[in-house]
């Protein structure tokens, strides 16, 4: 299980549990999610997130 934290928010992405709102399927790893991908709370881009 891995978990990235949005260091802008707080929001916590779990790959086992994907995210619905972005369309990232649960089991997807972070280095798999796309480049583009937004925080589903605050809109911040992927490269401020953090490891938990």
Known sequence: ??????????YVYDSSE????????A???WADVPDDYKCPECGASKDVFIIE
């Open 27 to 29: 089991g997807t790893a």
């Open 1 to 10: 299980m891995e978990r990235m934290q949005c260091d802008n928010c707080g």
């Open 18 to 25: 994907g995210d619905e709102k972005n369309n990232v399927p």
